[in-house]
């Protein structure tokens, strides 16, 4: 999950946004300054960068409605009076990412390495 956002830096963020908008402020680093942000922040946000943290990356292993469809299951064995454990949260992660038909690992597959903890190769 993406990290929490300050709503305080946000709402400064777009404080500035729009002083520069209404000509209130004309520079950019006045106006970071005025409003205690990040000057690099505020022009990245002034030519359209979307915000890091409300994108979703395709570094997750699951996507947003597969973690969203999670949680609603987890509230509703709550609800029912069976609040899973980590163990059966993660198994239905699983269960959601082999529906996909994803591996289950993350990583590429180290032949090299498998070769080693093989016995009968070792042996020979």
Same mark, same amino acid.
């Given at each position: 999950?993406? /990290?929490?956002?300050?709503?305080?830096?946000?709402?400064?963020?777009?404080? @500035?946004? *729009? @002083?520069? /908008?209404?000509?209130?402020?004309?520079?950019?680093?006045?106006?970071?300054?005025?409003?205690?942000? $990040?000057?690099?922040?505020?022009?990245?946000?002034?030519? *359209?960068?979307?915000?890091?943290? #409300? #994108?979703? #990356?395709?570094?997750?292993?699951?996507?947003?409605? &597969?973690?969203?469809?999670?949680?609603?299951?987890?509230? +509703?064995?709550?609800?029912?009076?069976?609040?899973?454990? $980590?163990? !059966?949260?993660? +198994?239905?992660? *699983?269960?959601?990412? @082999?529906?996909? !038909? &994803?591996? +289950? +690992?993350?990583? $590429?597959?180290?032949?090299?390495?498998?070769?080693?903890?093989? $016995?009968?190769?070792?042996? &020979?």
């Amino acid at each position: 999950m993406p /990290k929490k956002i300050d709503p305080r830096q946000e709402g400064r963020i777009l404080l @500035a946004i *729009n @002083a520069i /908008k209404t000509q209130k402020i004309t520079s950019i680093r006045k106006a970071a300054y005025a409003f205690d942000v $990040p000057a690099s922040t505020l022009h990245a946000r002034l030519h *359209n960068r979307v915000q890091q943290l #409300t #994108t979703y #990356t395709k570094s997750y292993r699951m996507s947003q409605l &597969e973690e969203e469809s999670l949680v609603q299951w987890i509230f +509703s064995m709550g609800k029912r009076g069976l609040p899973p454990r $980590p163990s !059966g949260v993660q +198994s239905m992660a *699983n269960i959601l990412i @082999a529906e996909r !038909g &994803e591996p +289950s +690992s993350p990583r $590429p597959y180290n032949y090299k390495q498998a070769k080693c903890e093989d $016995p009968k190769l070792i042996q &020979e």
